[in-house]
Structures are given as structure tokens and as C-alpha cells.
């Protein structure tokens, strides 16, 4: 059965560089696996005031979307980088939505 998709490709207009790094590290404490993609996603920006002690600190935060799975070799995406709108940012939760075949319908990763 063919499922729909729920981040369609026509969508994803945003172009993005993907740095993933595995869970799994080396005898030198580096990751055992990296990848660096470049790809088109749906990203969008999403801002929050956060107020400490001293004083207020805005955070920005986005998220991107991307059609079916980036990384099919790595189990999860948990930790890397993008670059998007000239601007690093770091991944802080990683999602792989699955059909309830098993197969990766989309993929999505949080960033700040």
C-alpha cells in the first residue's frame, strides 16, 4: 500500500546543509559516522522569550521537514548541525515519522 506523503515534496523549497553525526563514537571519542546532505526542506522559524535572573534572552528555534528518510543508513537523527539562511545551528531532537508499514514517511529535525 502506498501511503500519502505528509510533507510533499513541492513543499520543500528551503535549501539546507545537513551535518549528522551517529550516536556511536570511535576509540578517540570522535562519531563513528557523519553525513553532510544538502537538501531541500520546508523550514520554519519559531522565536521564544526565555527570562532568567539577569535578564531576558530571546532563543530562536526552527524546525525542518523533509520527504521520506535523509539518512537511511543512520538509526536516528540525534546530533549534528544544519546550515540554513547563512546561519549554523545546532540539531537538538531529531524525528523519523513512520507509516505503519515501518517506512520512513518524513523526516524532521528540531534546531537552535
Not at 535549501?15 to 559516522?33: D, M, Q, R, W
Not at 557523519?34 to 522559524?45: A, R, S, Y
Request: negative net charge; contains cysteine; aromatic residues 6%.
Amino acid at each position: 500500500m502506498k501511503y500519502p506523503d505528509l510533507v510533499p515534496k513541492w513543499l520543500c523549497r528551503t535549501p539546507i546543509h545537513v551535518h549528522l553525526e551517529s550516536e556511536n563514537i570511535t576509540n578517540l571519542g570522535e562519531p563513528a559516522e557523519t553525513l553532510d546532505l544538502d537538501l531541500m526542506c520546508n523550514f520554519q522559524d519559531k522565536a521564544k522569550t526565555i527570562l532568567t535572573a539577569e535578564k531576558k534572552l530571546v532563543q530562536i528555534t526552527g524546525s525542518a521537514m523533509f520527504c521520506g528518510d535523509i539518512a537511511p543508513e543512520m538509526a536516528s537523527l540525534s546530533s549534528g548541525t544544519v546550515t540554513v539562511f547563512g546561519e549554523e545551528r545546532r540539531i537538538e531532537q531529531g524525528m523519523k515519522a513512520r507509516n505503519p508499514d515501518g517506512t520512513v514517511n518524513f523526516c524532521q529535525l528540531e534546531v537552535i
